[in-house]
């Protein structure tokens, strides 16, 4: 059972271009955290939230954990063709000693 | 200082061989994680350790599938027998208590 849904899967835009990723869950998380994959490699870590409307800001990127910490949301600004790459939230499953599932992922293209 | 450390890169092997994956943890983290990736199903926990002790391997497909870690710096992953549905990237991660996940550049297998 997959906890974590994201949308949208895919995302083209140009260069430039504002957009919006969300990760989804009926289940309450403790923290959440987002990840960006590029081909080849592995996730890497770029932010985690813990507190239930919690904004945090990374240059252009801007993370938001929902109220009911239920939800997340990933905001790029002006767009790079750096920023391309697949983007996973990911939480703690409760029940397990630091078990952590991925949400469905957004892969997003940012075309020059 | 050097990542996690997989070997390797990339694996192709005919249905009925055994297949075994290794992977090096960052120096001084004491969890280790494999990870499966795959287009259908995308990031799926396999199995983790805390302290070299496999704590949850309920995400271990099936007996095909064992998993080892005999020390602190090193952990395998055998498949025996391989079938093609195994083909995916495996990921290896590791993390210091229940702080963030650092992953290897992972294995692509392809079995024929």
């Known amino acids: 059972t997959q906890l974590l849904e994201q949308s949208p899967q895919f995302l083209s835009i140009q260069e430039g271009e504002n957009l919006t990723v969300y990760c989804n869950s009926s289940?309450?998380?403790?923290?959440l955290q987002w990840y960006r994959q590029e081909p080849g490699e592995g996730p890497v870590l770029l932010v985690t939230v813990v507190t239930g409307g919690e904004v945090k800001k990374l240059k252009r990127l801007t993370f938001q954990f929902g109220d009911a910490r239920k939800d997340s949301s990933l905001h790029i600004t002006a767009a790079q063709p750096g920023d391309t790459g697949l983007y996973l939230c990911?939480?703690?499953?409760?029940?397990?000693?630091?078990?952590?599932?991925f949400g469905t992922g957004t892969k997003l293209q940012v075309i020059p | 200082d050097a990542g996690v450390i997989q070997s390797p890169r990339h694996e192709v092997t005919e249905m009925g061989q055994e297949v075994t994956l290794r992977c090096k943890p960052i120096?001084?983290?004491?969890?280790l994680f494999w990870y499966r990736q795959t287009m259908m199903r995308g990031l799926e926990l396999l199995i983790y350790?805390?302290?070299?002790?496999?704590?949850?391997d309920s995400g271990m497909p099936e007996d095909r599938f064992s998993a080892k870690m005999p020390n602190a710096s090193f952990s395998t992953l055998k498949i025996q027998p391989s079938e093609p549905r195994d083909s995916a990237v495996y990921f290896c991660?590791?993390?210091?208590?229940?702080?963030?996940?650092?992953f290897g550049p992972g294995t692509r297998l392809t079995v024929l």
């Open positions: 350790f805390n302290n070299n002790v496999p704590i949850d």
């Open positions: 120096s001084g983290h004491n969890s």
């Open positions: 289940s309450v998380f403790s923290s």
């Open positions: 990911a939480g703690p499953i409760s029940g397990g000693y630091q078990k952590v599932t």
């Open positions: 991660a590791s993390s210091f208590g229940q702080r963030n996940l650092y």
